[in-house]
């Protein structure tokens, strides 16, 4: 999950939105804030630029990135992954030859010209021998609580056992027979922390990889 950035251009009728996959409720939020303001979502990463986009003022489907940039193509590879190529490359990194595609850590489908984004590999929670991904249970958790994340951590059985931290959550016992209800059993969290606040990178985004390292730092408490 990442911190949603809002970037105005000089027509303060017109915002851009980016820096993650906008949620339909995110995107409610902001009409009520600014219900006379077009609002655009954009997707695309430092490497590859623009990739997809779409107006949002009507609401978005859940995962929806949008339509492609004219002249961007894209290549479903192995396990979803999702290869760029496009005018709007980066030049490359120092001393590397200029980049004829660019792969991405996202993982995703494309329907129709639209670009739909299940999450980032490197998210992916490895539990047992299923591959889970996180935004999955936070979609399924979030009007359980103000805010959630989750992610892996490490177990030597399982590989990675399943955490959901939560930000203000219903009691827990209620909270756990909602999620069952709405989960299969292998997607249900084995760990539920609290927390009063997340807390994000300083490219105000959130490190799955930092919260296993904070729990096992026991930064979070148990709900």
Known sequence: MQQNQLFALTSPEIIFLGGGTLSPEAINK????????????????????????QAVNDGKKTSSVGKLFPHVELTLGPKYRLTVKSPYLFSGYLNQP???SWTTDDLGTLKNNHLYLFGRRSDIIEHGA???????????????????????VFDERYSQKIALLLLNPIEKEKLIKILAQRLPK??????????????????????????????????????
């Open 30 to 53: 902001v009409r009520k804030k600014l219900p006379q303001t077009q609002m655009i979502e954009f997707y695309g990463s430092s490497e590859t630029s623009f990739i997809s986009w």
């Open 98 to 100: 200029y980049p004829q």
């Open 130 to 152: 299923n591959k889970i991904f996180p935004e999955e249970i936070e979609r399924m958790a979030k009007d359980l609580c103000e805010d959630c994340i989750a992610f892996g």
């Open 186 to 223: 292998y997607k249900l969290p084995q760990i539920y922390l609290e927390t009063p606040t997340l807390n994000f990178t300083k490219n105000q985004k959130i490190s799955r990889k930092e919260l296993e390292k904070e729990y096992f730092r026991g930064v979070y408490h148990e709900l």
